[in-house]
């Protein structure tokens, strides 16, 4: 059973940055694609970043390609978001996401079994 914990969302100004961490713990997390969603109120959670398992691929909504940074540190357990040039949109609770399956990668959220609780970002015009 994976879990998964986040951390450094907070309140910046629209052009800031942000770094989001993602722990993971409980499975073989070099065996597992990454993804980060996030999902603004009254609207579903959308795909935003992902990384495979072996961290050769990286895949990004279009929404942020350019801005947005997703890694990951496999001695640390840990995906990383970077998050560059915010702007108000980006606005949401960011959620990590770990793979149900080894070996894969995908953008679609049903492919992911385990969350974290969830992280804040907030821009302000």
């Known amino acids: 059973q994976a879990q998964l914990v986040e951390s450094g969302g907070g309140l910046v100004q629209a052009g800031g940055s942000l770094r989001l961490s993602c722990a993971a713990s409980g499975r073989t997390f070099s065996q597992y694609a990454m993804a980060w969603f996030r999902q603004a109120p009254g609207e579903e959670r959308e795909f935003v970043a992902g990384?495979?398992?072996?961290?050769?691929?990286?895949y990004y909504a279009g929404s942020v390609l350019g801005r947005f940074t997703i890694s990951r540190v496999t001695a640390e357990n840990t995906v990383y978001l970077q998050m560059n040039s915010l702007k108000p949109e980006d606005t949401a609770v960011y959620y990590c996401?770990?793979?149900?399956?080894?070996?894969?990668?995908?953008?679609?959220?049903?492919?992911?079994?385990?969350w974290g609780q969830g992280t804040q970002v907030t821009v302000s015009s």
């Open positions: 990384i495979r398992w072996d961290g050769v691929a990286t």
């Open positions: 996401g770990q793979m149900t399956r080894a070996w894969g990668s995908s953008r679609d959220s049903s492919e992911y079994g385990y």
